[in-house]
C-alpha cells in the first residue's frame, strides 16, 4: 500500500507560481513511478507530468512544458513547481503513483492522493 497526500495549492494570480508536494508513504519509494494529474470542474482528468523512480526522466503535458517542473527527492516527497500559471491551469491537482513503469494513462496508476486545488484568478 501507498499512502499519497498533496499540499501547496492555494489562489495565485496569472503569471504567478506556486509548488506542490505529495508526500508518499507505506513502499519504497524510489521503485514508483510518480505522476501529477488534474481535474478543472466539468472536464476529465488530465495528465500534467510523470517522473522515473530514480528522477532521471520526465515527461510533461504540452500544455505545462516549459512551465512546470517534477521533481522528487530522497523524503519520499515528489514536487511541482509551477510557474507562469494561467487561468486555464486552475483544477485539483493529483499526485499518483505506479508500481511500474507509467506515462499519461490514468489507469497506469495505481495509488492517488486525496488532490488539492490550485486556483488562479485573471
Known amino acids: 500500500q501507498v499512502q499519497l497526500v498533496e499540499s501547496g495549492g492555494g489562489l495565485v494570480q496569472t503569471g504567478g507560481s506556486l509548488r506542490l508536494s505529495c508526500a508518499a508513504s507505506?513502499?519504497?519509494?524510489?521503485?514508483?513511478?510518480m505522476g501529477w494529474f488534474r481535474q478543472a470542474p466539468g472536464k476529465e482528468r488530465e495528465f500534467v507530468a510523470v517522473?522515473?523512480?530514480?528522477?532521471?526522466?520526465a515527461y510533461y503535458a504540452d500544455s505545462v512544458e516549459g512551465r512546470f517542473t517534477i521533481s522528487r527527492d530522497n523524503a519520499k516527497t515528489v514536487y511541482l513547481q509551477m510557474n507562469s500559471l494561467k487561468p486555464e491551469d486552475t483544477a485539483v491537482y493529483y499526485c499518483?503513483?505506479?508500481?511500474?513503469?507509467?506515462?499519461?494513462?490514468?489507469?497506469?496508476?495505481?495509488?492517488w492522493g486525496q488532490g488539492t486545488q490550485v486556483t488562479v484568478s485573471s
Open positions: 499518483a503513483a505506479a508500481l511500474f513503469k507509467a506515462g499519461v494513462r490514468a489507469h497506469e496508476y495505481h495509488y
Open positions: 507505506g513502499r519504497t519509494f524510489s521503485s514508483l513511478f
Open positions: 517522473i522515473s523512480g530514480n528522477g532521471g526522466n
